[in-house]
């Protein structure tokens, strides 16, 4: 059956959606077929051209549900589900039903108040640092100031993502033919992590990319169930 991942939190702003196609295109990239269901009513769903994964709109209630009862009849799929922000019962009722879920936040001391709050009411969530400074002064800044908020769940925090400009590549309506190679290796290494935390198998070659041909065919057959 298949996997879902879910990138949840009460805060926004702190990069949901962009992980969530990061993590898609990164799945993608390694031989892995997934989905990327938008719930945030506020954004606009995206075209499937140019991706490695197939973007889903799941704004409404209903097609959420039919997607994750498609998802969870395939085997070897993975669900990503973008969560938004702002809503509580909505992200608990979905951490319900995921496989893994993640929580992102960013460097500031509200971001880590918040995401303390949501890993105490999702206890098998993991915290996810986004958008995470490169520069040195403020990643070491950064780093103190999570560990002296985040301490009582250090050890459910995972490994930062590190701020990169190309990343709101990803959120245009269609990609390019071809996209940056250190946003396609953070794609790479953000799906790593994750198929390593929610037990998902990646291919025996994991560098092999699935053509553009057999992704459209795949996603096809996924949508039309």
């Keep these: 059956m298949g996997r879902i991942v879910s990138l949840l939190g009460n805060k926004g702003g702190t990069g949901k959606t962009t992980l969530a196609h990061m993590l898609g295109q990164g799945l993608g990239l390694l031989g892995v077929r997934a989905v990327v269901a938008l719930t945030d009513p506020t954004r606009e769903p995206l075209s ?28 070897g799929w993975v669900g990503i589900v973008d969560g938004g922000a702002g809503r509580v019962e909505f992200d608990q009722a979905l951490a319900r039903v995921s496989d893994l879920v993640l929580l992102p936040f960013r460097e500031s001391h509200e971001d880590m108040r918040v995401v303390l709050q949501d890993l105490a009411r999702i206890p098998q969530a993991w915290a996810l640092p986004s958008q995470w400074p490169t520069n040195t002064w403020a990643r070491e800044a950064a780093g103190r100031a999570l560990d002296a908020q985040l301490a009582p769940v250090r050890d459910r925090v995972l490994d930062p993502v590190n701020a990169l400009g190309a990343t709101k590549v990803l959120l245009q309506s269609s990609l390019p033919a071809s996209l940056p190679r250190p946003l ?36 096809h057959a996924v949508a039309s169930r």
């Design 48 to 75: 499937r051209e140019g991706r490695r994964y197939l973007p889903s709109d799941a704004r409404r209630p209903e097609d959420l549900k039919r997607i994750a009862l498609t998802l969870r009849s395939v085997p």
């Design 184 to 219: 396609e290796d953070a794609c790479r290494q953000l799906a790593r992590t994750v198929a390593e935390i929610a037990g998902i198998p990646l291919p025996e070659a994991p560098e092999a990319r699935v053509s553009r041909q057999q992704a459209a065919g795949a996603t």
